[in-house]
């Protein structure tokens, strides 16, 4: 069974410019998550869908960063426009139920010059 | 004070050693999570428990609820468990996880 599926793996842009990631989690999975890491850190949670709405966008800064899950299965998260602070790797993760095993992806490196 | 502490924040140790890696947390939990993460890889769940004590190959997890207190163990370390180890907890009715910073584990030959 295919895992969770993210892309790209590596994206370098400078900043101002747009960037989206996608993912596509484990088939049957109704709740997503995305995260960012920062080197060093532990994940910090930017958004969490069950099936297609957006449950806690509390952390999801919203004047530059937006998600979406329109059909309650693959999710793209957008920046637009980036900055240098958004080098990071961004995680998408999935589980069978809120709060279950979850299962994470490769992650997206983003890096703004 | 960060919700979930863990120690140490680095850890080298030679091949075939017992290794231990703390996590205590402040929040009231639903269940805690082990997870691996390599360098430039994704993130790995080894456990999820919420009580007691799991094994899986050389890997323990213990959890002790009223200290608010896990522990992962490593039997026998090899090189290739070199990664680093996060801790998180699910807490709220909806279980969000609060994750620690990690612990950055080297295991040399």
């Known amino acids: 069974e295919a895992g969770v599926v993210q892309s790209p793996r590596y994206k370098i842009i400078e900043k101002k410019q747009p960037v989206a990631f996608w993912c596509n989690p484990i088939s049957g999975h109704n709740t997503l998550y995305w995260y960012l890491q920062n080197l060093g850190q532990g994940p910090e949670l930017l958004i969490r869908y069950e099936n297609e709405e957006a449950v806690d966008d509390s952390q999801l800064p919203k004047d530059r960063f937006s998600a979406e899950r329109l059909k309650g299965v693959d999710s793209t998260l957008k920046i637009q426009p980036a900055e240098l602070g958004d080098s990071a790797v961004y995680l998408c993760a999935s589980s069978s139920r809120p709060g279950g095993e979850l299962f994470f992806g490769e992650g997206s490196r983003l890096t703004v010059l | 004070k960060n919700e979930v502490e863990q120690s140490p924040q680095n850890l080298t140790a030679q091949e075939g050693e017992f290794i231990t890696i703390n996590c205590s947390y402040s929040v009231g939990i639903s269940a805690l999570h082990w997870l691996q993460q390599h360098p430039g890889g994704g993130i790995v769940s080894l456990f999820m428990?919420?009580?007691g004590k799991k094994k899986h190959g050389r890997l323990i997890a213990t959890i002790n609820i009223q200290e608010k207190h896990s522990s992962l163990h490593i039997t026998a370390s090899h090189p290739r468990d070199s990664a680093v180890y996060i801790c998180?907890?699910?807490?709220?009715?909806?279980?969000?996880?609060?994750f620690g910073k990690g612990t950055k584990l080297s295991v040399k030959p």
């Open positions: 428990l919420s009580s």
């Open positions: 998180a907890v699910g807490s709220g009715s909806q279980g969000n996880l609060i």
